[in-house]
């Protein structure tokens, strides 16, 4: 029987869980909200261990530190193992251009890791609560980054600085050229500003027979504006798996 690995990705707002056996998702746990949904996070641990399908080891990938000892404990106290926590600043990314010297977050790493085996040149938009875009060459190797606030992000930032602006939060898609009342043209706003975000980098990314793909939870609200690109809602839990194995050899 193969072994059944488990990774957890921590972000700023949620937390995503899979379980892997020979290296592909046997079952995604689930999406939680990372201040509202804990306790359905360990009614769904306790659903996997109910369903005995149960990981034997794992790791946790995290860019919110103060929630790793919660989620770990959890983690143990249904499953019976410690998992082991991403070192995302001592981890040596290889394929990288020489002048990016600061560390890589371990999202960011996932992505690059799972870029590498569809292969480059391409460009990764992660749509998240910030909107990254990632840059590999033709020999993918990372070689830059731009970054956007996200678009629940940019949603809320309409009422936190403004007098009478509401916050929206029903983005919906995009499907109209313009708004033709406050709400919708907030809207719109904030989708177009994004898609065009993305659509602008990857034209001006100088390769010929790039790629562009496209995941993150946000991905929901764009991925009908862009037919021709990948689109794959697990691409960075898969990049976290290829980190696992990695990490794996080494201890």
């Excluded at 937390?15 to 746990?29: C, H, P, T, W």
């Excluded at 940019?154 to 109209?176: M, Q, R, V, W």
Aim: hydrophobic share 40%; proline share 3%; glycine share 6%.
């Amino acid at each position: 029987m193969k072994e059944k690995i488990l990774i957890v990705d921590i972000g700023n707002t949620a937390i995503e869980l899979a379980i892997f056996e020979d290296n592909q998702i046997s079952k995604f746990v689930g999406f939680f909200d990372l201040n509202k949904d804990l306790s359905n996070l360990e009614l769904a641990l306790k659903n996997c261990k109910n369903e005995k399908n149960i990981p034997e080891k794992g790791m946790i990938f995290s860019v919110v530190p103060h929630m790793n000892n919660k989620i770990s404990k959890l983690i143990f106290k249904y499953f019976k193992f410690k998992i082991s926590i991403f070192d995302w600043q001592k981890y040596e990314l290889k394929n990288k251009d020489p002048k990016i010297t600061e560390p890589i977050g371990a999202d960011l790493i996932a992505d690059i890791k799972s870029g590498e085996q569809i292969g480059g040149p391409c460009v990764i938009a992660d749509c998240g609560t910030i909107t990254k875009l990632l840059f590999l060459d033709d020999k993918s190797n990372f070689i830059g980054l731009s970054l956007l606030p996200g678009i629940e992000v940019l949603a809320k930032l309409f009422k936190t600085n403004t007098a009478l602006l509401p916050e929206t939060k029903d983005i919906g898609n995009l499907d109209s050229k313009f708004g033709l009342n406050t709400i919708d043209s907030m809207r719109h706003g904030i989708l177009f500003s994004t898609i065009s975000y993305i659509k602008n980098a990857f034209s001006e990314f100088d390769f010929e027979n790039k790629k562009l793909i496209i995941t993150g939870g946000n991905l929901k609200f764009i991925f009908n504006e862009f037919l021709d690109a990948i689109i794959d809602q697990n691409f960075t839990l898969k990049g976290m798996n290829i980190l696992f194995n990695e990490v794996e050899k080494w201890n």
